[in-house]
C-alpha cells in the first residue's frame, strides 16, 4: 500500500513539475491549457511567477514526502490545492459552469484525496 500511495504522489508531482517548467519556460502558451491569456508583459510576468510557483512547490513538496513517506511535508502540497479547489467551488456557484469545467476539479480533488489519505497513512514514524 505505501508502496502505490508513494508512487500516485510521484506521479502527481511529476506532473505538476511539467506543469511548473512549462509555465516557467513559456507560460503564455501554458496558460492556454488553462483559459489564461497575458496582456503584456506584467501578465506573462505573473503568470511565470506564480502558476510556477504554485506548481513546482506542489511538485516539490510531494517528491519529497512520497520518498520520504512523510505526511507531514505533504501539508503545504494539500493546502495548496485545496484553497485551487475553494476558489473554483466558489466560481462554480457564483459565475456558473464552462466547457470542462470538471477537469481542473477533478485533477485537484484527485491531488486532494490522495495527499490526505497519504498524511493519515504516513502520521508518526514513516513506514
Known amino acids: 500500500m505505501n508502496f502505490i500511495l508513494a ?6 508531482a511529476l506532473l505538476d513539475l511539467v ?3 512549462s509555465f516557467l519556460v513559456d507560460p ?8 489564461l491569456t497575458a496582456t503584456g ?5 505573473a503568470m511565470r511567477g506564480d502558476f510556477t510557483a504554485f506548481f ?11 520518498w520520504k513517506r512523510r505526511g507531514d511535508v ?5 493546502m ?3 484553497i485551487a479547489f475553494t476558489g473554483r467551488l466558489v466560481n462554480l456557484f457564483v459565475v456558473g ?19 490526505a489519505f497519504a498524511m493519515l497513512q504516513w502520521r508518526g514514524n514513516p513506514a
Request: net charge negative.
Open 41 to 45: 508583459a506584467m501578465g506573462l510576468s
Open 97 to 115: 459552469t464552462y466547457d470542462g469545467w470538471w477537469q481542473p476539479m477533478t485533477v485537484e480533488a484527485l491531488h486532494i484525496a490522495v495527499l
Open 28 to 35: 503564455a502558451l501554458a496558460g492556454v491549457d488553462f483559459g
Open 56 to 66: 513546482l512547490v506542489s511538485a516539490i513538496f510531494m517528491g519529497w514526502g512520497a
Open 74 to 78: 505533504l501539508l503545504p502540497a494539500l
Open 19 to 21: 506543469l511548473g517548467v
Open 80 to 82: 495548496l490545492f485545496a
Open 7 to 12: 508512487s500516485l504522489i510521484a506521479l502527481g
